[in-house]
């Protein structure tokens, strides 16, 4: 360890168990200790500033110090610092959160729950699913689809939905009952010569057919992000949703859009089903629902599912499922704030209207030597490093390229992710401007151009 004894970074070391960090590493570098935040930017203890090229974690969408929402807060912690919603009881920012919700939604919703996070309300959707199943007598119908690459969360199930080898291994999962399908990235797995309209068609018959040899009657739903974050910023193919559904509808399999990065503004609409003509029959959201401010997070279900929950849980007594902070009044009236905020401020239409710069400048990157592609829609996107561009061969993933990258940029003054498959994402808060587009692009390109130094100096 080389931190300076008691400094907050020793400290952090000796206490603090950190996520997604190798921890061996960790005893060794430290953390970064961020202090404070304005706009799109935060500062570490010792001064320095980043822009936040990840809003946090694709979360921060109106950046790092709005005072509304802190003011938001004050006056519901003042009012009712909790309360709960189980046992008939509830409070006036929960009510008002869920009709607002009902009126952003995308397809017709009929109830809303309120958990703390994507976690729990992908958790929260398969309980849901098991319930309504069991309920229409269904005892059979309990398969859940997800694809290769998604990312649901971190819980056993939501983990289980995840289909990243990171999630899995060593945790003993994937749970029985879950299974993996096409992941819809073009680049990496369309054949070749195959048009993306031809890609397109092979997943959605490859997912006939899976659901035919499974047995319809097996197979309950469809987990699926419309632009898939943490599996490396995936846009699927021209028509995906679209053909996907129909054989969902098909042998009558419940989709679920998992919303948490896509929702509330992040691909250019509201919602990223509506930027990929997804109809689902539940969502789950989180994550800029209160631009980060506090945890929440929740499920939108529809009027058919909610129905047979009602039903069932008349017979069985009670819905037996429910956490103690899900529909807690201070979160609860941070995010309604937000989601007025968004619409006083337009920031829907600022996404709309800085997206195509934003875009622009990703794609330009596209021509650098080390990346294979550049993708993404609205306000978020990736590009991924290549060790041949022609063959588009990775590097091998114990050079840790990405994330030699990924520090680069953090010491040029740009903090974002490296994601498996050598993959580096942007997702910066919703209100950057055109002018922190280029100086967060600026910077990036002088972290590519230290990686290319970087893997010349180690070839040598
Ligand atoms: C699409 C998606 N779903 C679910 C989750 C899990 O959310 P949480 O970390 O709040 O449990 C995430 C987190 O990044 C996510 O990106």
New binding site residues.
Partial sequence: MNQIPNSLAARDIAHVLHPYTNLVRHEQAGPLVITHGKGIHVYDDQGRAYIEGMAG??CAGLGFDEPELVEAAIKQMRKLPFYHTFGHKSAEPVIELAEKLKSLAPVPISKVFFVN??????DTQIKFIRYYNNALGRTKKKTILSRQRA????TIA?ASLTGLPANHRAFDLPIAGIEHVDCPHYYRNALPGESEAEFTARLAANLDAFIERAGPDSVAAFFA?PVM??GGVIVPPEGYFPAIQAVLRKHDVLAIA?E??CGFGRTGSVWGSQTLDFKPDAI?C??QLSSAYLPI?ACLISEPIYEAIRDQSGTIGTFGHGFTYGGHPVPAAVALRTLQIYEERDIYGHVARVAPHFQRRLRKLGDHPLVGEARGVGLVGAVELVADKASRKSFDPALGVANMCAGFSQEEGLIHRALAGDALAFCPPMIITEAEIDEMFDHFERALARTQDWLVKSAA
């Fill in positions: 974690l694709w996070s994507g976690s729990e309300a992908n990312y649901h969360g971190v939501a992000e974050g943490a998992d948490v990065i789950s989180a994550k997070a």
